[in-house]
């Protein structure tokens, strides 16, 4: 476990961009170590805002030396860090950050890189959204980049990592006529999505500019959690990514994507009341707010459909893949963690296991190769599949068994009746509402201990699992059945001891310092005993049926595991090397198959039919479906929100 260290005195390191006609001042990560000396250039700005509610503009000229040896202003956002509260780690145990808050000069990116690249070297780009909604930082201590880039130096795929900032919450996502009006006055497309917006500005950046850090500026992967991983589904849906896609693949982690969005005028009703409050009539005094006053106005506010940003037809994506052929039975309620059926032997693997065209299988690239803009990409397939539209990128999709923890204090809230009443009001069909209560055994006599963990089921069904499967069912039916992997993350938050929202980031980034408890190995974990219950093996996916879990295995197994040090090691050497595979342009795992991180350290592809068992798959059929994604939708952010 790597512990984000506090350098006494920086040691500074220099970077002399051609194209930019500057040098970029940096620092050198106070983890080097001999075998991996790494480079770290701070709170370079991408963008400027030139006013509150307007698009910003890329940067392209820099003084001759830019200091870039602190982390820049991050967008304002009320106090408090969601991942912090989701990790469930002491603060006392954590860095202390005093990141600035400056409205305007929000648009900073964060480069990690391998010492002694040069503009010759084109390694893979890692661009990392962060999550939080209407609050977080890509500069938050977290997502530092240091461990992921040292552990890519040493697998022999070395990366270049880089998180950025962008307008988030209100000051991100506020739309309304007024402010369309205003936007397309100033000569802008489209209004609201700021945030989405700027993430474009840094795209362009990276694209124009990474080559000088010695990236490779046509292979660039998109990964983000939570609200960073539903802008990424914004990105991949976008027009501009139709005429002029600037990344090359998207790993999605645990979205939270509404499918159902607000039009300008929609979103400007929900706006009203917030205006009305603030007693301003137009842009200007809108404008002359002060920001204090309106952090913490934005938690409802997100992602809007003017009409510009998304291509024609987008909503299609969500379309039911089941449709006309629904199981005709009912099928029996099963727990999120509850497994079954014993492990299908895979078929023989693919000829072919690469993605990008220019990458050869040790991960090496030409040198040579001409620099162009990122237009279509090419996926190589062996010759008896069909053809697919080559413009799509390939996907890694996934999400956590326990992602409503991210909403249990309001769901606490609810008693069975007061459920009840709410989802049946949403519905407004007796039928279908009757069919939802009964597959989540949700009844006004649902004993009041029981409702919360019912409820919370529901929730997460609704908010992150079931759209998770659609976009990736519909992602592979648009790509012509390939180029879409799926995983599902039900490994113990090592401090929590439970599965939840954000706990792959925490072995993703490997920032977090492992809790002493973790690190007393107990001697069960020793010699073989994952050949046993667990096999974690990875020889392309020939799971044995030894490898199910053991009889009688279920949520109360598992609920309060405790992490040890080689349960964490095994997830996150995992998560790492399967995303840094995919950055190279390799097959992560197979694509008939689905991998598993956790429970209990356990790795690897799995069958479909365990993923099935995993997830409550028949039950979405039966219960979510009749419904459609608007009702489900509503439903979910309902009850998450509580019945306040």
């Not at 991050?74 to 780690?89: D, K, R, S, Y």
């Not at 079954?340 to 693997?349: D, E, N, W």
Request: net charge neutral; charged share 25%.
């Amino acid at each position: 476990m790597t512990m984000l260290p506090t350098p006494s005195e920086p040691r500074f390191v220099k970077r002399q961009h051609s194209d930019l006609n500057t040098t970029f001042r940096g620092i050198l990560h106070p983890s080097s170590t001999s075998e991996a000396r790494l480079h770290q250039y701070l709170g370079i700005k991408y963008a400027s805002i030139p006013a509150r509610f307007r698009q910003s503009k890329l940067c392209t000229k820099y003084p001759p030396v830019v200091n870039a040896t602190e982390y820049g202003p991050i967008c304002p956002q009320p106090q408090g860090c969601m991942e912090e509260l989701l990790f469930g780690v002491d603060p006392a145990s954590m860095p202390c950050q005093n990141l600035k808050q400056d409205e305007m000069e929000c648009l900073n990116l964060n480069i990690t890189c391998p010492a002694g690249l040069n503009q010759f070297s084109r390694v893979p780009v890692m661009l990392w959204v962060h999550g939080g909604g209407d609050r977080g930082s890509g500069s938050h201590w977290a997502y530092d980049g240091a461990p992921l880039v040292r552990q890519s130096i040493k697998a022999g795929k070395p990366v270049i990592l880089i998180t950025f900032n962008f307008r988030i919450g209100f000051l991100g996502f506020a739309a309304n006529p007024m402010i369309r009006d205003d936007n397309k006055e100033a000569g802008e497309e489209g209004t609201g999505n700021y945030g989405l917006r700027d993430q474009q500005r840094c795209l362009e950046w990276v694209h124009r500019n990474i080559l000088g850090f010695g990236g490779d500026p046509d292979n660039i992967t998109l990964f983000g959690a939570s609200s960073g991983a539903a802008d990424i589904i914004c990105h991949l849906l976008s027009r501009s990514n139709q005429t002029n896609p600037m990344f090359a693949r998207a790993i999605i982690q645990s979205a939270v994507f509404e499918p159902t969005l607000p039009d300008v005028a929609t979103a400007g009703w929900q706006l009203s009341r917030i205006i009305s409050a603030l007693h301003v009539s137009d842009m200007e005094k809108l404008r002359e707010v002060k920001v204090d006053k309106l952090l913490g106005l934005g938690m409802s506010l997100r992602i809007v459909d003017d009409g510009v940003f998304f291509r024609d037809g987008w909503m299609d994506y969500f379309a039911h893949t089941h449709s006309g052929r629904r199981s005709e039975h009912k099928h029996p309620r099963k727990p999120s963690g509850q497994r079954s059926g014993s492990l299908l032997r895979p078929p023989a693997a693919h000829a072919h296991t690469h993605l990008h065209p220019h990458v050869s299988h040790s991960g090496s690239r030409s040198r040579s190769q001409a620099r162009s803009t990122p237009k279509r990409r090419s996926i190589s397939r062996s010759s008896s599949r069909s053809a697919v539209d080559d413009t799509l990128q390939p996907l890694i999709i996934g999400d956590s068994v326990s992602d409503s923890l991210l909403w249990s204090m309001n769901a606490s809230l609810w008693t069975p009746s007061g459920a009840t009443r709410r989802i049946k009001a949403i519905c407004q069909s007796l039928t279908k509402a009757s069919c939802l209560l009964r597959a989540y055994d949700i009844t006004s006599y649902t004993p009041d201990e029981e409702i919360v963990d019912r409820v919370l089921e529901l929730v997460n069904d609704a908010r992150v699992a079931w759209p998770t499967e659609c976009i990736a069912e519909n992602a592979k039916r648009e790509r012509g059945g390939h180029g879409v992997w799926r995983y599902v993350f039900d490994q113990e938050g090592p401090y929590r001891g439970i599965p939840h929202h954000a706990a792959d980031i925490m072995y993703l980034f490997d920032t977090v310092p492992l809790a002493e408890s973790c690190l007393a190995t107990p001697d069960v974990y020793s010699g073989d005993f994952f050949d046993g219950p667990f096999d974690t093996s990875d020889d392309e996916g020939d799971a044995k049926s030894d490898a199910t879990p053991r009889a009688g295995y279920d949520d109360a197994d598992w609920e309060t595991t405790a992490v040890t040090e080689y349960s964490y090691n095994n997830v996150r050497d995992a998560i790492q090397g399967k995303w840094l595979a995919f950055a190279y342009g390799d097959m992560p795992w197979r694509e008939d198959k689905v991998f598993v991180f956790g429970p209990e350290g356990e790795t690897g592809e799995r069958s479909t039919v365990i993923f099935e068992g995993r997830r409550r798959k028949e039950l979405w059929k039966s219960a979510l479906e009749p419904l459609g994604h608007q009702v489900v939708s509503k439903v979910g952010l309902e009850l998450s929100r509580g019945p306040g």
